[in-house]
């Protein structure tokens, strides 16, 4: 009989199962693992236990193979095709498990370092709220639903630390069958608020829920079955829940809190919803109905602080999309905004229409204190960064006015005109590089895209690059 000592290594591994028991416990211990990193993540819990467990796994692979190499010497049992296959399926199970739960696996993550890189820019303290869906019988109740999500985004838009998508960006998804980390991932926000409005006679139902997209998790979730005159109420619990649950989980400052929604007549509610919908889409017809809706909405309930700031915003623009004189429209803008603050001196939409119409009546010392003091009550308010911008730019401020854009740009990635102010920004600094790949980018998805095809023609004529010059 040959010695012990001759029998080939590769056998005698065979022989004593080493091999099978070292991928038993790799499977085992990998499961475990990712097991552990999802109860780890689902209740918060220290990373300090799964650093533990890691460790003593990583210990205890060699332990196991010497012990495995005592057994087998001992039994010398043959391994089944059962046990194959079983030993198999969990090493799959194992595999299979750290895919699904791993952060890093979602679909654009397997690219690596370009990944690393674009999570970064989603900060844990973001969120977006998508445009609540219509559940009524009546399709006309569309701008309730709107309005009751834009009404919540713009209480989060108050909260310090907390970047909250501009309505523009997060309701450009409006009706598109997409992945809720898709919508996060272009947005550049980790927080999804999605949810559903019924209204019916007297009664409104609004079902909302917080999703922590970058894992899939549901953070929180509520149904509101109410009377109609609590819709108030709702919108003020929704944006306090989220809060709440971000304090818990992003560490916002507890001090913090959305403005509670001042309780007016539910007609006048009604009618500032439909002009703040109609204010949204801009277009001359749109706005003077939007106006038509505040002045209704102000003739009902005169205190309605609201209704007066969106007839502010809507005077203050009435110089570029009407051609009303200055002299006639800042006036009117002025008053609407005053007695909007004298009502509500947290109204970050009065102080941007004081803002945008000190600028344009050339007070630009007064315009910045105005968008300075908006920016303190509603950090994540994209139209004040978009004014007070576009306003220190062509105020001759172009470079107190680029991070200013760029911020803008931030909240409100899917703007179009956003994007063409900070380009208009650009072209005032001479930095027409970076000109030219914004507008490439802005040209794809630009309702008018004029203005930046003049941008890029006046910055080539500059370079005195003639042929670009006459292409463009």
Known sequence: MADASDVPWATK???????????????????????????????????????????ALVVGLPIVLVIAWYHGDRGQQR????????????????????????????????AGAIQASVEAERPDNSIA??????????????????????????????VPDLHVAARTSSFAF??????????????????????????????????????????????????????????FAIQDEIARAIVDTLQVKLGADAAAGPGKVAATDLAAYDLYLKG??????????????????????????????KAWAGIALVETLRPDWFGTPNAVAYPRARDAAERALALDPLLPEAYAALGNTAFNENR????????????????????????????????????????????????????WIVRQDLAVTL????RYDELEQLCREILVGAVDPLACHSLVFSGRMVRRDFAGARAE
């Open 13 to 55: 591994l065979r022989r004593l199962k080493v091999v099978q028991w070292g991928i038993a416990y790799a499977a085992g211990a990998w499961g475990l693992l990712q097991g552990l990193e999802y109860v780890t993540a689902t209740f918060h819990w220290p990373s300090l236990p799964q650093q533990f467990a890691t460790l």
């Open 79 to 110: 391994v089944s095709v059962g046990e194959f296959l079983i030993l198999t399926l969990l090493f799959l199970l194992g595999g299979a498990i750290f895919w699904r739960y791993d952060p890093a696996t979602e679909p654009d993550a397997r």
């Open 129 to 158: 709220v998508l445009p609540f869906v219509n559940m009524s019988n009546d399709a006309a109740n569309e701008y309730f639903s709107d309005g009751i999500s834009e009404e919540i985004l713009n209480s989060l838009a108050r």
């Open 174 to 231: 409006k009706r598109q069958d997409r992945e809720i980390s898709d919508i996060a991932r272009e947005l550049r926000v980790r927080m999804v608020l999605e949810g559903s409005v019924r209204k019916q006679g007297e009664r409104v139902r609004i079902t909302a829920q917080l999703i922590d997209a970058t894992r899939g998790y549901h953070m929180w979730s509520q149904t509101y079955d109410r009377q109609l005159s609590d819709v």
């Open 276 to 305: 703040l919908s109609l204010w949204q889409a801009r277009g001359q017809e749109n706005l003077d109905q939007a106006q038509r809706s505040f002045e209704q909405a102000v003739a009902i309930d005169p205190k309605f602080a």
């Open 364 to 415: 630009p010392g007064t315009a910045r204190e105005l968008f300075e003091r908006a920016l303190q009550i509603a950090p994540s308010y994209a139209t004040e960064w978009q004014w007070y911008g576009w306003g220190l730019a062509t105020s001759g401020s172009a470079e107190d006015a680029l991070p200013i854009s760029r911020r803008a740009v931030e909240f409100d990635p899917k703007s």
């Open 427 to 430: 072209y005032l600094l001479q």
